[in-house]
């Protein structure tokens, strides 16, 4: 993510931005900007990436589930009470898939057209353990649109700005509705290319990451 703070402040209609740096190249584990409902007002927060449910007994069931699947999402115990009120949207201006072939896994980066910021379907949860508490989330997947199913299979649910509204308000709970949301992005919208292999290493973070290369 490195949108300036000034238009992710407008696009998400939020009061402030938390304190982060550009970032090219997002780990599980690490801290993600989400925006969510409290109070019935938005709030961009930061959240760990890879969600522990709040029954969870230790912190390492996060690094399993980084993507909830869009097609099991309402129904499996790990997902469905966040899923029903604690749902989110993620940041992004871009996002890495692999592409197997015969040299290895080539990433690919995906984007919109317009090259601007967009929203990713996510759930949060609040976790207490007894010395410690963590807020953290997951990214919901869906099948692959046809930008990007020649790279692979599946895709985060990239939500629609007009429908931001919809999947943030916590009063609305009704399965159907919600997975109605859940649904590929039109292909049309969006543009890829490949990029260095660099960001196979989480410590590889720069504007290096996203340069279109040659394969």
Known sequence: MHTVPEDLREHFGVDAVPEAGASYNVAPSQKIPAV???DRHREMVPLRWGLIPSWAKETKVGYRMINARAETVADKPAYRAAFRRRRCLIPADGFYEWQQSGAGKQP???????HG????AGLWEHWQGKDEVIESCSIIVTGANDTVRPVHERMPVIIDPSDYEQWLDPRIQQA????????PYPADAMSAYPVSKRVNSPANNDA???AAVDV
């Open 108 to 114: 690919w980066y995906f984007r919109m057209k317009h």
């Open 36 to 38: 969510r409902v409290a």
């Open 208 to 210: 290096d990451c996203i």
């Open 117 to 120: 910021v967009f929203a990713f």
């Open 176 to 183: 159907d509705s919600l997975k109605a949301l859940l649904r």
